[in-house]
């Protein structure tokens, strides 16, 4: 089935957002705590207190999605339930974040501003790629 000029383009989209988020994730597990404190000293200690299933979670988050995305530009369906695995591995995520540490309290509710964000675009991706396979397009 053909699909319209707008997949590659949305396909881009959702690849560049993913590979941004993968970015983020290796730059976060990678930081070294004593120089954050110097600058963010409560970013240090959330990251310091953070478990190690929340960091797998946030693993399989962004990697998740990346492969989601490059699987569903190949027109593969198993697209669908990494774009759902990756959705769930945010909210795990996420849900630690304000519900087991006191960032509300401390940075304020525009703090989950982007993370709102980030869900709706696991969403987004999700429910793109849940009506390609509806229309057939992805096999």
């Known amino acids: 089935m053909k699909v319209a000029g707008s997949f590659i383009v949305i396909g881009i989209i959702f690849l560049l957002w993913n590979l941004m988020g993968d970015a983020a994730y290796l730059m976060q597990v990678t ?6 404190a110097k600058t963010d000293p409560y970013q240090a200690h959330l990251f310091s207190i953070m478990p190690q299933w929340a960091w797998a979670a946030y693993a399989v988050a962004v990697w998740g999605g990346t492969l989601a995305t490059i699987l569903l530009l190949m027109k593969r369906k198993i697209a669908v339930q990494l774009y759902a695995l990756s959705l769930v591995a945010i909210v795990v995520q996420f849900g630690h974040i304000f519900l087991a540490t006191d960032i509300l309290a401390v940075r304020g509710w525009s703090t989950a501003l982007f993370p709102f964000f980030i869900f709706l675009m696991g969403v987004a991706q ?14």
Do not use: D, H, T
């Open 31 to 36: 930081q070294n705590l004593s120089e954050l």
């Open 126 to 139: 999700l429910l793109y790629a849940r009506s390609l396979a509806a229309k057939g397009i992805l096999k």
